[in-house]
Structures are given as structure tokens and as C-alpha cells.
């Protein structure tokens, strides 16, 4: 979550971290070389024309930013998959010797992360993720009817001077928001702006249920790229693998609920597993279903955040910081291991939050195989 120092005003802190995404968006359509040298030609330079067409693309990260609480944390946000189910996607992405460059193999569903294959050299950074992931929904993308798109794009915190090139097929689309598909056709995007206007939605954007494969590559070698993920995505559908995701998220086994951890006044939680840099959540439920008191919550989020992480103006950080408010008691816990964000009913004591946040904890630790990217093949 975005830090606020004390006496600072939340809204300007929160304009601040919007606009540190949104010029990470910009340099992903534009590389921080190609603004240097515009702007050492002109001071006054004009980059609307640039970024004509791209606002929606910026209307849908600023929304995202709004709600989506792994942007916030700079975590990933990966989805709920059984271990061996996951294994088995793994190796199946896993490139061949002969296909260069390739620096990330990603399989993304419900916009989250199912697994993510690299280099052994090569991590990738959570906001040039986020980005990504905002950039495959864009409308331009999304209701596009080709099977596949090949998209230039910069990745800011992997190196903000050059382009990489991204192709982008989805394995499953929603039939209810996606025009058919026309097999073999490729849509080639000089930027990944999408081409129709739209603005920033007050209400929570509902996670696409498609199947997205991504392949990232530093080499421009299109037909290469293509052929490797045809015959990835094949294997995946030959064995099996593609039909067994789609009925665990047609069966909602890739969701869970405070219900599902049986401990009594537990409302919502966030849990960050440090080492892996993931978080992992439950539905936001009654009363959080509504856009106030879920906005609400997150705030209260916030300023939890800022008091564990010594945001709040004292002296060093507090490891455990408990607020009670009408509505509910939230308390925020960090260890070596792990941040944990809760929210309980406001008639529990803090003895009985502190022990609801033990029992989550535990919970999250016996299924992290399950709610947790691990252990992903490196090529």
C-alpha cells in the first residue's frame, strides 16, 4: 500500500502513487529514452498526441489502482490453484533451448497470476506485471477478435530504455463479453493504448474470466514466438490441463471465503507473504459487497500499513497496531515472514483479534501451496 507520512494529506498521497503508475503506464507505451530525448529537443513538449488513444488504458489503471489491493501492497496476486494442477501448467510453459530471448512465459486467469516462468537470471518486478496485466485488458485487446496479439511494450523496472514485445493470446474468452475468434488472425499494435474512449467506472471492476497466455520476449522474432506458444497452448489443451483450470474456476474452486477458514467474527483479511512477494485474499463479502464500506475498509487498510511500516511519523515501526471503529476492529500484524491485515466484528475484543490473526495465519500457511506461486520452473 502507498505510504503516508504524518501530516501529509491522504489525498495527496494517493494522488502521488496514482501518478507513479500512471508514468509507469506511460513509459510502458513510450521508454523513458524516447521521453529523455523528446523533452532535451523540446522542454514544453506536448505528449497528448503521443498518448492519443491511450486514455482508456489510463482510466482502467486508475480504477484498478482504486481496488486492487496487490497494486497497493507492490505483491503479486496469484490464484488459487491446486499444487500439482500448477506444476503441471509450469512445465508445460517451460520454453525450448531453441527458442531465444524469451524472458517471461506468464498464464494469467481471473487477472491473477497462475504461474510465471523465467530465465533463472530474471525476475520480474510486481509493478511491471501490473502493468502488463492492465495492458492485455485493455479494451483494445479484450474485444479485439483476433486469436493473438503481438505488442511492443516497455517494461519500466526491467529496463525503461528499451521495448520488448509481448504476444498475447487468450486460451478461454467469456462468452458473454467476447466477439468470436478467427483463428490464425494476429493483431499487430504499434502501443498498447486501446482505440475507443471510456471513463474510470465508479464501481469495482469484475475480474475477466478468460485464460491469458503471455509470452514476453526481447528478440522480434514474431513467427518464432508464435509457433512456440501454438504448440504450448496445445499441450496444454492435449493434456488436459486447460479443461481442468476452467472447471476449478467454473466450480469456484479458485475463490474462497472467510467461511472457508471457520473462525468465528473474521470478516476479510489480507495476507502478504514476504519471501514470495504474494498476497493472497478472500471475496470481499457482506458488508464489504458495498463500494462505500469496501472503499471504507481499504482505507482502514492504509492506515494500519502506514502505522507497521513506520509511515505514521514515529520513531520505528510497530509490529502489531489494532483499531477499533463502529463498524469493525482491524489490526494490522508483520513479522519476518508475512503482513496481516484483518477485519473482525467490532464486538471481539483485541485478545480474541489477536487470536483470529494466529488462526489465519496458520490457515494460510497449511494451503499456501494452493494460494501461492512456488517453486516455478526456472529454463
Not at 529537443?41 to 482502467?60: I, Y
Request: charged share 25%; hydrophobic share 40%; glycine share 4%.
Amino acid at each position: 500500500m502507498s505510504a503516508c507520512p504524518r501530516g501529509a494529506s491522504r489525498s495527496l498521497c494517493k494522488t502521488r502513487f496514482h501518478l507513479e503508475y500512471l508514468h509507469l503506464q506511460i513509459l510502458s507505451v513510450i521508454s523513458a529514452e524516447q521521453l529523455r530525448r523528446m523533452f532535451e529537443r523540446r522542454m514544453n513538449f506536448d505528449l497528448r498526441r503521443l498518448l492519443s488513444g491511450a486514455e482508456p488504458l489510463m482510466h482502467s489503471l486508475l480504477t484498478r489502482i482504486e481496488w486492487d489491493l496487490a497494486m497497493s501492497t507492490s505483491s503479486l496476486h496469484c490464484l488459487k490453484v491446486e499444487p500439482m494442477l500448477r506444476k503441471s501448467i509450469a512445465d508445460a510453459l517451460v520454453p525450448t533451448s531453441k527458442i531465444k530471448d524469451i524472458l517471461y512465459v506468464i498464464l494469467v486467469a481471473e487477472e491473477r497470476v497462475i504461474t510465471l516462468v523465467r530465465p533463472k537470471k530474471h525476475s520480474i518486478h510486481p509493478s511491471d506485471l501490473h502493468v502488463l496485466i492492465n495492458t492485455i485488458h485493455a479494451p483494445s485487446i479484450m474485444n479485439s477478435s483476433a486469436a493473438a496479439s503481438w505488442l511492443p511494450v516497455c517494461l519500466p523496472k526491467y529496463n525503461g530504455s528499451a521495448f520488448v514485445n509481448a504476444y498475447v493470446m487468450f486460451l478461454r474468452r467469456d462468452a458473454e463479453m467476447q466477439p468470436s475468434q478467427k483463428d490464425g488472425d494476429v493483431e499487430s499494435s504499434p502501443q498498447a493504448g486501446p482505440t475507443t474512449s471510456s471513463s474510470v467506472q465508479s464501481n469495482v471492476p469484475k475480474p475477466s474470466r478468460e485464460i491469458c497466455l503471455m509470452c514476453v520476449s526481447g528478440s522480434a522474432d514474431f513467427e518464432a514466438v508464435r509457433s512456440w506458444c501454438d504448440t504450448a497452448s496445445q499441450r496444454l489443451t492435449n493434456d488436459g490441463l486447460l479443461l481442468a483450470l476452467s472447471d476449478a474456476m467454473d466450480r469456484r474452486e479458485t475463490e474462497y471465503t472467510v467461511a472457508d477458514l471457520g473462525i468465528p467474527g473474521l470478516r476479510h483479511f489480507v495476507y502478504k507473504s514476504r519471501p514470495n512477494v504474494q498476497v493472497t485474499m478472500p471475496l470481499f463479502e457482506d458488508p464489504y459487497d458495498d463500494l462505500k464500506e469496501r472503499r471504507r475498509l481499504i482505507t482502514l487498510y492504509q492506515r494500519l500499513y502506514d502505522a507497521i511500516h513506520a509511515k505514521s511519523g514515529q520513531g520505528s515501526t510497530l509490529k502489531l497496531q489494532y483499531i477499533r471503529t463502529e463498524r469493525e476492529s482491524v489490526m494490522g500484524w508483520i513479522t519476518q515472514f508475512f503482513e496481516l491485515y484483518i477485519a473482525l466484528s467490532p464486538r471481539l475484543p483485541k485478545s480474541a483479534a489477536i487470536n483470529a490473526a494466529n488462526a489465519v495465519a496458520r490457515w494460510v500457511q497449511k494451503e499456501d501451496k494452493r494460494l501461492f506461486l512456488r517453486d516455478a520452473p526456472v529454463f
